[in-house]
């Protein structure tokens, strides 16, 4: 069993294996989604390989980090916003 | 010409295809970086893990000294100099040779209810499920059009998805035409027989495409046009995308000739411009072995080992021709152009519907009036859409930086060098 | 073809041209206008779209003053996607000199009934949070604004009803008639050229000049600005003759984008990004706002503006054929200006009374023999 570690999505703690993606980590975490978009709607990952930038939210204090692009690290915190 | 040692290739992205490039080059005593947009080398088809074939090349590579950058996205490119953003400080790095291997991303066709959470790519629902998105027990839907759509499918299957239904566009027919001459290719034809094989007891859908995805804020069903009428089937996850485009984004920056949305090259991979090789996906879509022979063929190339390069031009031109197929076989049909209603969003950065599209000659009208591919996708996403739909020539007008979005300090530092070169 | 001619040719479908089909249609002329690419697709479209009173001269002022008022007045008719904000502007003093400066510019806007505030150090880091705390103040000019140009120049033309001809590609000018491209005649009553730097290669002694800018927009970062910031050097940089320059300009978009200017260079008519002096650029901006350096940049791109020798536009009979009026040479106030200049132009064609003098942007203020250097 991979030694697991923890990140913080919107105030929840997750528990999560080496390897797992941020966008994982929101979805493990129990929300559908990442973002908002301009019209309001409830956006979650599409292309899963970084192109489609909707999978944005806030990693450790910087806005707009792709989540399925970020790997997880011990401590890391993820707010979905409305951005 | 013989072999360059020291010379200095930079391959951008590692697929196979630069996987194979930078195995190649290194080998041959050049001083190769290999970089990368991932956290990881491997590309789409070789993301977390890959197999036997993979792990050899992986090793390859990590024997042959290549010097290589994850993380790093290429954001500028010119007269040997690229410039990359990683963990958000810029980096330049220097080339004689710059071979592009950018791979390919999917095509999204907009339908009803696609900006739904819960509805990805095929290739993409499989990134995801890698990097730990979980599909164990969760009802899955496939559809769109290319091989990826069992490749995907078996690979979810064996980590517990349950996949309800599969829905090729591609007709009966044409299918079976295609796999019929598979028999070229035994090796492809045993892994299609083996993938239906595994898949045998889930439904496979031909002349079929997704007309609507219902859910309130998240999926909840999918509505499949079949040969028989349409059909609901309730699922978490729908991954649908309708086949592979080139990513040829950074090939155009530079100013390499560009056909029908893939980048033209010569027998040793070279491009229009000088210095600048692309191999795999960009210069056609072909799969993995395309990608890694292409890949050798440019990696040697640029080191000066013709005589290797050349012994692989057969089986390229082979696996042209499979390229062909391929293409042929899953032809996107007229009636996918109808799918996205006038309400349908067409562009997800910035929410335009399809209906504020119309009316419009071209890309460039339309994105000044509507803001249609002004978002962070820089058009990725919804250009090919607006291609299939409306016939626009979305790519070309694209060619300045940066390449893919980076922040204001890597684009200032894109810059620097250029101005203390010229205060000397 | 048994239609009557056109009342007007206007030549560009930009802002400027837009504006004058709306102006002469609104006065009963009918109007065709002829655009050899897309309305809207050419300075328009690469400007910041910032409306703005500007002091440095009389005649500046004037124009500028009065286009203001008329964008202000059209604000309850734009559409939502012409994303018009009374932002206000921010001249930002960067020292105890600039702030004299400042103060100067407070008392000579108020003497004209231009309201506009003093801000001390405090009050401008309060007004905007992400400039530098080491700044001496700022000159706030409540009344600016924002305004993204191609829609709004695609609704005057559809409020103008004019006939809108795209891919026309006007050769050569007569008075009374234009021939196209491909040999197409055209006879009209009057004739507006508004189509910026191109109207050099219609009449090659009319004095406009291409000076290159660039500029590059974020992601969305709401609140990170709130009003147009601009360094009081960019006047030194829009008036001046340099080949080359910078200044320090920053414009909240309504979708939460910052939009970075602004450079200027002379002698370039390609419209590649000039990466030094996009360097220049951002860094000077790091300046003045230090956390721009964080933000992503989705897009950078280039314009051309219409410069001519003193800065103000040419508006006016074109001297050498009777019937035709320039409209051009705005540098990077065509977006300000464009209301004005449109009665100006519809002025000097119908006879309706004009709220301005047009005698300093007459064309025949170069009549005698010019060169560039």
Same mark, same amino acid.
């Given at each position: 069993?991979?030694?697991?570690?923890?990140?913080?999505?919107?105030?929840?703690?997750?528990?999560?294996?080496?390897?797992?993606?941020?966008?994982?980590?929101?979805?493990?975490?129990?929300?559908?989604?990442?973002?908002?978009?301009?019209?309001?709607?409830?956006?979650?990952?599409?292309?899963?390989?970084?192109?489609?930038?909707?999978?944005?939210?806030?990693?450790?204090?910087?806005?707009?980090?792709?989540?399925?692009?970020?790997?997880?690290?011990?401590?890391?915190?993820?707010?979905?916003?409305?951005? | 010409?013989?072999?360059?040692?020291?010379?200095?290739?930079?391959?951008?992205?590692?697929?196979?295809?630069?996987?194979?490039?930078?195995?190649?080059?290194?080998?041959?005593?050049?001083?190769?970086?290999?970089?990368?947009?991932?956290?990881?080398?491997?590309?789409?088809?070789?993301?977390?893990?890959?197999?036997?074939?993979?792990?050899?090349?992986? +090793? /390859?590579? =990590? *024997?042959?000294?290549?010097?290589?950058?994850? #993380?790093?996205? !290429?954001?500028? $490119? @010119?007269?040997?100099?690229?410039?990359?953003?990683?963990?958000?400080?810029?980096?330049?790095?220097?080339?004689?040779?710059?071979?592009?291997?950018?791979?390919?991303?999917?095509?999204?066709?907009?339908?009803?209810?696609?900006?739904?959470?819960?509805?990805?790519?095929?290739?993409?629902?499989?990134?995801?499920?890698?990097?730990?998105?979980?599909?164990?027990?969760?009802?899955?839907?496939?559809?769109?059009?290319?091989?990826?759509?069992?490749?995907?499918?078996?690979?979810?299957?064996?980590?517990? +998805? /349950?996949? =309800? *239904?599969?829905?090729?566009?591609?007709?009966? #027919?044409?299918? !079976?035409?295609? $796999? @019929?001459?598979?028999?070229?290719?035994?090796?492809?034809?045993?892994?299609?027989?083996?993938?239906?094989?595994?898949?045998?007891?889930?439904?496979?859908?031909?002349?079929?495409?997704?007309?609507?995805?219902?859910?309130?804020?998240?999926?909840?069903?999918?509505?499949?046009?079949?040969?028989?009428?349409?059909?609901?089937?309730?699922?978490?996850?729908?991954?649908?995308?309708?086949?592979?485009?080139?990513?040829?984004?950074?090939?155009?920056?530079?100013?390499?000739?560009?056909?029908?949305?893939?980048?033209?090259?010569?027998?040793?991979?070279?491009?229009?411009?000088?210095?600048?090789?692309?191999?795999?996906?960009?210069?056609?879509?072909?799969?993995?072995?395309?990608?890694?022979?292409?890949?050798?063929?440019?990696?040697?190339?640029?080191?000066?080992?013709?005589?290797?390069?050349?012994?692989?031009?057969?089986?390229?031109?082979?696996?042209?021709?499979?390229?062909?197929?391929?293409?042929?076989?899953?032809?996107?049909?007229?009636?996918?152009?109808?799918?996205?209603?006038?309400?349908?969003?067409?562009?997800?950065?910035?929410?335009?519907?399809?209906?504020?599209?119309?009316?419009?000659?071209?890309?460039?009208?339309?994105?000044?009036?509507?803001?249609?591919?002004?978002?962070?996708?820089?058009?990725?996403?919804?250009?090919?859409?607006?291609?299939?739909?409306?016939?626009?020539?979305?790519?070309?007008?694209?060619?300045?930086?940066?390449?893919?979005?980076?922040?204001?300090?890597?684009?200032?530092?894109?810059?620097?060098?250029?101005?203390?070169?010229?205060?000397? | 073809?048994?239609?009557?001619?056109?009342?007007?040719?206007?030549?560009?479908?930009?802002?400027?041209?837009?504006?004058?089909?709306?102006?002469?249609?609104?006065?009963?002329?009918?109007?065709?206008?002829?655009?050899?690419?897309?309305?809207?697709?050419?300075?328009?479209?690469?400007?910041?779209?910032?409306?703005?009173?500007?002091?440095?001269?009389?005649?500046?002022?004037?124009?500028?003053?009065?286009?203001?008022?008329?964008?202000?007045?059209?604000?309850?008719?734009?559409?939502?996607?012409?994303?018009?904000?009374?932002?206000?502007?921010?001249?930002?003093?960067?020292?105890?000199?600039?702030?004299?400066?400042?103060?100067?510019?407070?008392?000579?806007?108020?003497?004209?009934?231009?309201?506009?505030?003093?801000?001390?150090?405090?009050?401008?880091?309060?007004?905007?949070?992400?400039?530098?705390?080491?700044?001496?103040?700022?000159?706030?000019?409540?009344?600016?604004?924002?305004?993204?140009?191609?829609?709004?120049?695609?609704?005057?033309?559809?409020?103008?009803?004019?006939?809108?001809?795209?891919?026309?590609?006007?050769?050569?000018?007569?008075?009374?008639?234009?021939?196209?491209?491909?040999?197409?005649?055209?006879?009209?009553?009057?004739?507006?050229?508004?189509?910026?730097?191109?109207?050099?290669?219609?009449?090659?002694?009319?004095?406009?000049?291409?000076?290159?800018?660039?500029?590059?927009?974020?992601?969305?970062?709401?609140?990170?600005?709130?009003?147009?910031?601009?360094?009081?050097?960019?006047?030194?940089?829009?008036?001046?003759?340099?080949?080359?320059?910078?200044?320090?300009?920053?414009?909240?978009?309504?979708?939460?984008?910052?939009?970075?200017?602004?450079?200027?260079?002379?002698?370039?008519?390609?419209?590649?990004?000039?990466?030094?002096?996009?360097?220049?650029?951002?860094?000077?901006?790091?300046?003045?706002?230090?956390?721009?350096?964080?933000?992503?940049?989705?897009?950078?791109?280039?314009?051309?503006?219409?410069?001519?020798?003193?800065?103000?536009?040419?508006?006016?009979?074109?001297?050498?054929?009777?019937?035709?009026?320039?409209?051009?040479?705005?540098?990077?106030?065509?977006?300000?200006?464009?209301?004005?200049?449109?009665?100006?132009?519809?002025?000097?064609?119908?006879?309706?009374?004009?709220?301005?003098?047009?005698?300093?942007?007459?064309?025949?203020?170069?009549?005698?023999?010019?060169?560039?250097?």
């Amino acid at each position: 069993m991979p030694e697991t570690f923890e990140v913080v999505v919107n105030g929840d703690v997750v528990r999560v294996e080496p390897g797992t993606s941020a966008a994982a980590a929101i979805l493990m975490a129990g929300h559908g989604a990442c973002r908002k978009s301009v019209g309001g709607e409830p956006r979650a990952p599409l292309c899963g390989m970084g192109v489609c930038f909707e999978c944005r939210a806030e990693v450790d204090g910087v806005r707009h980090v792709r989540t399925c692009q970020a790997l997880c690290r011990a401590g890391m915190r993820i707010i979905t916003d409305g951005i | 010409m013989g072999s360059e040692r020291g010379r200095k290739i930079v391959v951008v992205g590692a697929g196979p295809a630069g996987i194979a490039a930078a195995c190649a080059a290194a080998e041959a005593g050049c001083a190769v970086v290999l970089m990368d947009d991932n956290p990881t080398a491997g590309g789409q088809i070789w993301r977390g893990g890959g197999g036997r074939e993979a792990a050899q090349w992986t +090793a /390859r590579l =990590e *024997a042959s000294g290549a010097r290589c950058w994850y #993380g790093a996205c !290429v954001v500028s $490119a @010119a007269g040997g100099t690229v410039v990359a953003e990683r963990d958000g400080e810029p980096m330049r790095i220097e080339y004689h040779e710059l071979i592009l291997a950018t791979g390919a991303r999917e095509l999204f066709l907009p339908f009803p209810g696609w900006t739904l959470p819960g509805i990805t790519g095929l290739g993409g629902l499989q990134a995801l499920a890698r990097g730990g998105v979980p599909v164990r027990g969760k009802r899955v839907v496939l559809c769109g059009s290319g091989p990826l759509l069992l490749a995907v499918a078996a690979h979810l299957r064996e980590h517990g +998805a /349950r996949v =309800e *239904a599969m829905a090729e566009q591609a007709d009966f #027919g044409r299918l !079976v035409r295609f $796999a @019929a001459r598979l028999v070229r290719w035994p090796g492809k034809l045993a892994q299609g027989l083996g993938l239906q094989w595994a898949l045998r007891s889930v439904p496979f859908l031909t002349g079929a495409w997704p007309v609507a995805a219902e859910g309130r804020g998240e999926l909840e069903s999918v509505l499949l046009r079949t040969v028989q009428g349409t059909r609901r089937i309730a699922c978490d996850w729908l991954g649908c995308a309708f086949g592979l485009i080139p990513n040829a984004e950074l090939a155009a920056f530079l100013g390499c000739r560009i056909e029908a949305g893939v980048v033209a090259v010569d027998e040793w991979q070279r491009t229009s411009v000088a210095h600048v090789f692309c191999a795999g996906e960009p210069t056609g879509i072909g799969g993995l072995e395309r990608s890694l022979t292409e890949g050798q063929i440019a990696g040697w190339a640029a080191a000066g080992q013709e005589t290797k390069a050349r012994a692989l031009f057969g089986r390229r031109a082979d696996l042209h021709r499979f390229s062909a197929e391929l293409a042929e076989a899953f032809e996107l049909r007229q009636e996918l152009k109808e799918l996205a209603s006038a309400d349908t969003i067409v562009c997800r950065c910035e929410d335009v519907r399809r209906r504020e599209l119309a009316g419009y000659g071209g890309w460039r009208g339309a994105k000044l009036q509507t803001r249609c591919g002004m978002g962070p996708c820089q058009g990725r996403i919804c250009g090919p859409a607006c291609s299939f739909l409306f016939g626009w020539d979305t790519l070309s007008g694209r060619v300045r930086p940066p390449v893919f979005p980076a922040s204001m300090g890597t684009v200032a530092a894109a810059g620097e060098r250029q101005r203390r070169e010229a205060r000397v | 073809m048994s239609e009557p001619a056109p009342d007007v040719l206007v030549i560009g479908a930009g802002i400027i041209g837009a504006a004058c089909a709306w102006r002469l249609a609104a006065e009963g002329a009918r109007v065709t206008v002829l655009e050899s690419d897309i309305a809207g697709g050419g300075a328009t479209a690469a400007g910041m779209g910032h409306i703005v009173v500007m002091d440095d001269s009389e005649a500046e002022f004037a124009l500028t003053r009065r286009s203001r008022q008329l964008w202000n007045d059209l604000a309850g008719e734009l559409p939502a996607d012409c994303e018009y904000r009374r932002t206000g502007t921010i001249w930002v003093a960067a020292d105890e000199e600039e702030a004299a400066i400042v103060a100067r510019k407070h008392a000579w806007y108020a003497e004209r009934g231009v309201m506009t505030e003093i801000l001390d150090a405090r009050a401008l880091a309060w007004a905007e949070p992400n400039l530098w705390a080491g700044l001496a103040g700022g000159l706030l000019v409540p009344d600016d604004a924002v305004l993204y140009a191609p829609c709004a120049a695609r609704w005057l033309l559809e409020r103008a009803g004019a006939e809108l001809r795209c891919g026309a590609c006007v050769e050569r000018v007569e008075s009374g008639a234009v021939a196209l491209r491909g040999g197409e005649r055209l006879s009209c009553g009057a004739i507006v050229c508004a189509n910026g730097c191109a109207a050099a290669q219609l009449f090659p002694d009319v004095a406009v000049r291409p000076r290159k800018g660039q500029l590059a927009i974020t992601d969305r970062y709401p609140g990170f600005v709130n009003h147009q910031l601009v360094e009081l050097g960019y006047l030194k940089s829009a008036h001046g003759t340099a080949s080359e320059s910078v200044a320090f300009n920053a414009q909240p978009r309504p979708t939460g984008q910052v939009l970075l200017g602004s450079s200027r260079q002379f002698g370039v008519d390609t419209p590649e990004i000039e990466w030094p002096l996009m360097t220049r650029m951002i860094e000077r901006a790091f300046e003045y706002m230090p956390a721009l350096r964080g933000l992503s940049v989705i897009r950078t791109w280039t314009g051309f503006r219409a410069a001519t020798p003193d800065g103000l536009p040419l508006i006016g009979q074109y001297a050498a054929m009777p019937g035709v009026i320039l409209a051009t040479g705005h540098e990077g106030l065509g977006i300000t200006t464009a209301l004005a200049t449109a009665e100006l132009v519809a002025g000097t064609i119908t006879g309706s009374a004009a709220a301005i003098c047009g005698e300093p942007y007459s064309p025949s203020r170069f009549a005698a023999a010019h060169s560039y250097a």
